[in-house]
């Protein structure tokens, strides 16, 4: 049964948005193309019409995820340089932290299912953890710090512990921490 918002929406974006929520919230290997089709309110076929399986699936909601971190990034610059840029960006993280229902980074989940990195989805993983390194190098070195290839790695890993932190500990304390760290990182 479909709602009228179900009508409304084309089918490759309501097998996106369903599957983003199902992959987040109970892992990807954990939801069948059944749940899939089933939630997304779609046939079988509609579903292969639009993704050759569902490891192409896994691929576009993992485009779709990092394109709205890009999109949040890209803001975020386009107000910011160097320091403050850095900073913003570290707030967009430890905010992520603190929502309801925050399950960890989807990326880093997903590469926890996907242990090998030639797979697609990995592949996937990879090119937005480069791009990501590259924003923090770019506005770690606008921000003046001598040495951004580093901080940049070393701020990549804050991030990715921030993450788990945020889902297993206190997420406020871990907010804290993470901008504290990344200030830190500015001075050192």
């Known amino acids: 049964m479909t709602t009228g918002a179900t009508d409304r929406t084309h089918p490759r974006e309501r097998l996106l948005d369903t599957a983003g929520r199902l992959f987040y919230t109970q892992g990807i290997h954990a939801v069948g193309v059944e749940q899939l089709v089933t939630e997304a309110g779609v046939t079988r076929a509609t579903f292969y019409r639009h993704f050759a399986g569902k490891e192409g699936l896994v691929v576009a909601y993992l485009e779709a995820r990092g394109a709205g971190v890009e999109d949040a990034v890209a803001a975020i610059l ?111």
């Not at 997903?110 to 030639?118: K, V, W």
């Open 78 to 188: 386009a107000a910011h340089r160097g320091r403050a840029a850095l900073l913003a960006i570290m707030d967009m993280i430890g905010d992520n932290l603190c929502r309801p229902g925050f399950r960890g980074c989807g990326f880093l989940n997903a590469a926890a299912e996907y242990p090998d990195p030639a797979h697609p989805v990995r592949i996937r993983i990879a090119e937005h953890r480069r791009w990501f390194h590259g924003v923090l190098r770019t506005v770690v070195g606008d921000a003046g710090h001598p040495d951004p290839e580093r901080v940049a790695r070393a701020l990549v890993v804050l991030r990715d512990g921030a993450m788990v932190g945020g889902y297993l500990d206190d997420p406020r304390t871990i907010r804290a921490t993470l901008r504290e760290t990344a200030e830190n990182f500015l001075t050192s």
